[in-house]
């Protein structure tokens, strides 16, 4: 099949490069805790064995960011650091990494009285004084509240977009231009919409694509799928990564279904004239990272849609979110949303938070709430 990409510019992160039709380059994330070195080293060199262009690795603390040094001297992949709240570590961790990704949505929660322009002329300057490359990762589940603010509700879309082009528009004038940017939704009919209006907009910026929360394989590969043959079928995409609910001896399957899904792009053996099915249960998952709150998320997500199966006829989605990061706000848009705590997992209807409940009442908590919901929808009907 013969594609024509978007004429972006090209990006170097480590040993690689992005736009300027450059291979795509698969990524993956760590979901061990940072601070576990050995973990999170075999699981690097396990995805960079596996294929992966660029791993990318959480750090919140001045603890991680110690690890990740480390972790640097054990590893040749190429590293990227996702930073969300605390921003302010970019300097600790950018002498370790190839790349910085910073979420415009978080910026506000540090030093809230300085200027979301001055935080990213910092990271600029962080990022060019240690040959580092930058990513802005706008996430449906955390989207800058002045943006937000300023559209209907029922409009998720021009909100993250607005919160892009501005980012993209501050680096710019700053001079910084090894930047690429993702817009994320966990719905990939929504992202297959903000990528080709963003692309549209701003069609020389390298895009990283991806569904967030795609959820446990089969299913999240299929809605990976579903929004890249759009999207890279049109030539919008520069690098990707399939977000997966899977154990970490399993991650490297974020590798393998991404290159995948290049490949069959590529020669044509297109899938998704298989439309999603909003008729029906939808599990939504994050695919966990060194946030995550408690271990037993990944088991517990198996575990919901194990026994959420009665229910697959009922348009009905279940969120399952690792931590307090993206978890109550990717939950808000679920019919029923849980997301980890270390002990308790909180439970809620929407955005209607019904308690916090231990590993092992959650599921009878879950099942109450789905058969209600379900009888509610049989009155309706
Ligand atoms: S919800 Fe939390 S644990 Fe899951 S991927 Fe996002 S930050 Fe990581």
Redesign the pocket.
Known sequence: MAIRRNPTRSVRIGNISVGANHPIAVQSMTATHTTNIDATVELVNDLQSAGAAVVRI?VDSDKDAEALAEIRKQTTANLSVDLQENYRLAEKVAPHVDKIRYNPGHLYHHEKSKPWQEKVRYLAGVAKDNDCAIRVGVNCGSVDPDKKSKFDHADSISPMIESAIEHCEQLDALGFDRYVVSLKDSDPTKVVEVNKRFALLRPDVPLHLGVTEAGLPPDGIIKTRIAFEQLIGRGIGDTIRVSLTVPNNKKRQEIQSGQEIIDDIYAGRLRSVVALNPSQLNIIS????S??ENEAFVELAQQVKEMTNYAKDYAITIAV???R???PG?TDDADLGLWCGPNRVNLKRRSEPLGAFTYEEILGKLRTELDQLIEEKKVKA
């Open positions: 959480a994050c695919p966990s990272c946030r995550v979110m690792g931590c990061v993206n978890g990717e």
